[in-house]
């Protein structure tokens, strides 16, 4: 990106890696050493390309300020990530036990942590307002994630995971770990705008 150089924080490389940890914990829980360390380097250069101080501060979306906040940190799009991680996981365990669906832990975690990383530099503002910044308005949501992804090596498989979580897409998920990713994004998001009184995504 060509802003890279007049947004570089202040803070170090290793400094965003242990925030990005402590935010999301449940990149912990990604077993494999190589793909749990790509999740953390894609969250680290989205952060140090944007203008957010503060990864916690992000909204999840432009409506997100004006939610009940009745939890610290609801409506965030770290709590979010969080949520469609978490959700996925138990999701996904339920299908294996009750209807013997195997699916791939690793990436179905990795999958959730990164649907949304490209909203990092998607989206400009404060804490308290955000709207679609240059890269938000000029280019689709999550293509920016795929690029980082592939770049990092990783799957078409999970690429085509990230891409296929947005009814901006127009490819539907075509994978267990995909399918899961896309129905819990928007059981989470639903269940804020329901919240909220605004209108479904499911409408
Ligand atoms: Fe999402």
């Given at each position: ?8 924080h ?14 999301l ?7 494999d ?13 989205v952060?140090?390309?944007s203008d957010?101080?503060?990864l916690?501060d992000?909204p ?7 939610a009940?906040?009745?939890v ?24 294996k ?14 999958l ?7 909203k990092?530099v998607e ?5 308290d ?23 990092h ?43 909220a009184?605004e209108?479904?995504y499911?409408s």
């Amino acid at each position: 990106m060509a802003r890279n150089e007049a947004t570089v924080h202040s803070t170090t490389t290793q400094d965003r890696i242990d925030r990005i940890r402590e935010l999301l914990p449940e990149i912990a829980q990604i077993g494999d050493d190589n793909l749990r360390t790509i999740v953390e380097s894609i969250w680290e250069q989205v952060w140090r390309e944007s203008d957010w101080q503060e990864l916690g501060d992000i909204p999840k979306n432009p409506s997100a300020p004006a939610a009940p906040q009745r939890v610290e940190n609801a409506w965030t799009l770290i709590t979010h990530t969080r949520a469609v991680a978490q959700l996925s996981a138990t999701s996904a365990e339920t299908i294996k036990t009750l209807h013997g669906i195997d699916y791939d832990r690793d990436s179905l975690v990795a999958l959730a942590l990164l649907h949304d990383v490209s909203k990092v530099v998607e989206y400009v503002g404060t804490k308290d307002s955000i709207a679609k910044g240059h890269l938000g308005k000029l280019i689709q949501h999550g293509v920016y994630s795929a690029f980082l992804m592939w770049q990092h090596g990783l799957s078409t498989e999970m690429v085509h995971g990230v891409i296929a979580h947005t009814p901006s897409s127009r490819i539907l998920p075509q994978t267990h770990e995909a399918l899961i990713v896309r129905y819990t994004d928007f059981l989470d998001t639903d269940s804020m705008l329901m919240d909220a009184g605004e209108e479904l995504y499911l409408s």
